[in-house]
Nanobody, 121 residues
Framework: QLVESGGGLVQAGGSLRLSCTGS????????MGWFRQGPGLDREFIAC????????AYRDSVKGRFTISRDDAKNTVYLQMNSLKPEDTAVYHC????????????????WGRGTQVTVSS
C-alpha cells in the first residue's frame, strides 16, 4: 500500500514536498516513480528513482525544478517541487515496481491514490 501526502494550494513560484510512504512490503526492493494526471489528461511520468537511489530520471519539463529522493529506513519516497507553475496542477501519484525504474505507468504494479497539487497564477 502506498499513501501520498504533502499536496495543497500554492502560488506560482512556490514549493511543495510530496511524500509517499509504503507499507506491507520490503520497500527497498522497489523502484519508485511519481506520475501526475491533470483534468481530462492522461497520466504522465514525472520522475523515477532506482532501488539504490543512485539513478534518477525526470520529465523534461520538470528538470531543474523537481527532485526525487528516497529514505528506505522510513519506507518513503519524496518529490521536492520548486518554482511551481500553474501547468503543474494535477493529482500526483506515486508508484512502485519490482527491480528497475521505468517512465511507463503500465510497468508499475503498485499505486497510491494520489494527492492534489494546485498552483495558482
Amino acid at each position: 500500500q502506498l499513501v501520498e501526502s504533502g499536496g495543497g494550494l500554492v502560488q506560482a513560484g512556490g514549493s511543495l514536498r510530496l511524500s509517499c510512504t509504503g507499507s506491507g512490503r520490503i520497500f527497498s526492493n522497489y523502484a519508485m516513480g511519481w506520475f501526475r494526471q491533470g483534468p481530462g489528461l492522461d497520466r504522465e511520468f514525472i520522475a523515477c528513482i532506482s532501488r539504490s537511489g543512485s539513478s534518477t530520471a525526470y520529465r523534461d519539463s520538470v528538470k531543474g525544478r523537481f527532485t526525487i529522493s528516497r529514505d528506505d529506513a522510513k519506507n518513503t519516497v519524496y518529490l521536492q517541487m520548486n518554482s511551481l507553475k500553474p501547468e503543474d496542477t494535477a493529482v500526483y501519484h506515486c508508484a512502485g515496481r519490482f527491480f528497475n525504474p521505468s517512465s511507463l505507468p503500465v510497468d508499475y504494479n503498485y499505486w497510491g491514490r494520489g494527492t492534489q497539487v494546485t498552483v495558482s497564477s
